[in-house]
């Protein structure tokens, strides 16, 4: 009799139990919209294809080898971060974009090394000794102030230069220039993004590689961790190495190592010599935020 018993109401607690999943099903509960930022950030991380290893420059100006730890992608998808992810002005094509591979572009505290060359011609780094750092952040300053009209009229938030996060050091041995500026995106206020711009220019022949990491303030330790063995990673090809210099044959740039830091070698003063991080999810809460996702996700797949 007990046993019985027993099976009714296991028989009766199978039903209730089957009939609730069933209903679950039938009405699927709506994620949160910490939940719905993972499913997007981590989709979109998904979606490059990066690569390791050795990785040559377009234009066969030399070759990176990744680093441990690092990630490449090369120079469309760099331009697609840069643009459309982070919200920077059309520039002039990134070479590519190296990033930690514990995270992504789209990850919020994410930062990434861009690449890219400007062929000025060999750039003289007599100077080296004499250049006035602190004289030349303030022409920064002021040049940014004057460009951010035109960022107004092209629909960009201004950008104002704070100051240096680390100043400019040059290493006569390897030939590289490097110095960090702390930036503000928007209006000052509550509002106000702080990002950092690390600037590191590896001298060549004909030209200068440029590997400026975009990032917050508090990532700077990190990266001066990473830039040593960068800079040993990074490499013209043969005979277009600093060394390789050929007075008779070569053009010597207009800029010396302080029009470097200046910014003064770029098309608009200040302008693209800035870059900024503002990636920020936006989601929309409830079922229709996850509506919202499953359609980004299907088009991505499609």
Known sequence: MNFL??????????LLWTSAVRAAAATP??????????VYVDSVNASFHYQTGRVSLPGRLGYIDVPAGMRFLDSAQAQYVLERLWGNPPDNTPLGLLL??????ATDDSWAFMVTYEEMGYVDDGD??????DALLEEMRHDTRLENATRAADGYDPIEVLGWASPPFYDQKHHVLHWAKLLRFGPSGATAHHTLNYDVRVLGR????RLMAISGKGQLPEIKTAIPTLIARTHFA?????EDYAPDVDDIAAYSLGGLVAGKVLAKVGFFA????????????????????????AGRQG
């Open 5 to 14: 018993k027993t099976t009714r109401y296991f028989g009766l607690f199978v």
């Open 29 to 38: 509960a709506v994620p949160d919209s910490a939940a719905l930022e993972r």
């Open 100 to 105: 930690p591979t514990t995270m992504g572009p």
């Open 128 to 133: 080296a000794d004499n250049i006035d750092y």
């Open 206 to 209: 004909k030209g200068v590689l």
């Open 238 to 242: 043969d005979g277009l190495q600093y």
């Open 274 to 297: 800035l870059i900024i991080k503002f990636w920020k999810v936006i989601l929309i809460s409830g079922a229709s935020a996850w509506a919202m996702v499953r359609r980004w996700l």
